[in-house]
């Protein structure tokens, strides 16, 4: 059974700073890896999918990476805005299409 | 384009009261899903369907809850009877194909039981 994990629950940094949010999965059979940003009281949007075969995605200020050998993702923000402040979900899809999620890092982006 | 839709936004119901949730996929999309989310926790799986067939549906509590999805468009998730622990935001989604291609999340439902 798939299990995802990310430490830590919040975190909080001062605006402008370069930041890292890890996620770490049990079983690395995935399908591909997903994150997704969920801002208070919202539905998911979708961030960044990598695929098994890749080991990068890059959208604007946003990169992610997937290490599957070692169970492994990072979501790297450059430059945070406080506009960053969210919810940082990542999800590994197994064979099934299921979806499995973390619970999830609170960033908040001190002005 | 629309993404994926979901209404009601909020429905706030007694227990033991009936309750539906209504989910309009992005169009073209085959896949659809049922998401439960809990307070300070990621999203659970209740129910994904491949077109019109459940090929998934073991997370779903089905002495209480159903989904149905006619026509292999809309998707409808029904509670009945609602009870206090139900309260949770319902999230759709929908994906191309399966494996390999992007999630896209609905806004979600929030459900109160009182």
């Given at each position: 059974k798939q299990e995802v994990t990310q430490i830590p629950a919040a975190l909080?940094?001062?605006?402008?700073?370069?930041?890292?949010l890890n996620c770490s999965f049990t079983d690395s059979?995935?399908?591909?890896?997903?994150w997704f940003r969920q801002d208070p009281g919202k539905g998911l949007t979708s961030l960044l999918l990598i695929q098994s075969s890749q080991r990068e995605q890059t959208s604007g200020r946003l990169n992610a990476s997937l290490d599957?050998?070692?169970?492994?993702?990072?979501?790297?923000?450059a430059a945070s805005q406080p506009g960053d402040s969210a919810t940082y979900l990542c999800a590994g899809t197994g064979a099934n299409s299921k979806l499995t999620f973390g619970k999830g890092i609170t960033l908040s982006v001190r002005p | 384009?629309?993404?994926?839709?979901?209404?009601?936004?909020?429905?706030?119901?007694?227990?033991?009261?009936?309750?539906?949730?209504?989910?309009n996929p992005i169009s073209g999309h085959n896949t659809l899903y049922w998401y439960l989310q809990n307070l300070g926790q990621g999203p659970e799986l209740l129910i994904r369907y491949e077109n019109e067939e459940a090929v998934d549906d073991s997370q779903l509590p089905k002495d209480r809850f159903s989904a149905e999805r006619l026509k292999g468009v809309d998707s409808t998730l029904k509670i009945q009877p609602a009870e206090l622990g139900d309260s949770a935001v319902y999230l759709c989604a929908s994906s191309?194909?399966?494996?390999?291609?992007?999630?896209?999340?609905?806004?979600?439902?929030?459900?109160?039981v009182v």
């Open positions: 909080s940094v001062p605006e402008g700073e370069n930041l890292v059979a995935i399908y591909n890896l997903q599957k050998s070692s169970g492994r993702s990072t979501l790297y923000i | 384009e629309a993404g994926v839709v979901q209404s009601p936004r909020y429905k706030i119901i007694e227990k033991k009261q009936p309750v539906a949730f209504w989910c191309y194909g399966n494996t390999n291609t992007e999630a896209f999340f609905g806004q979600g439902t929030r459900l109160t």
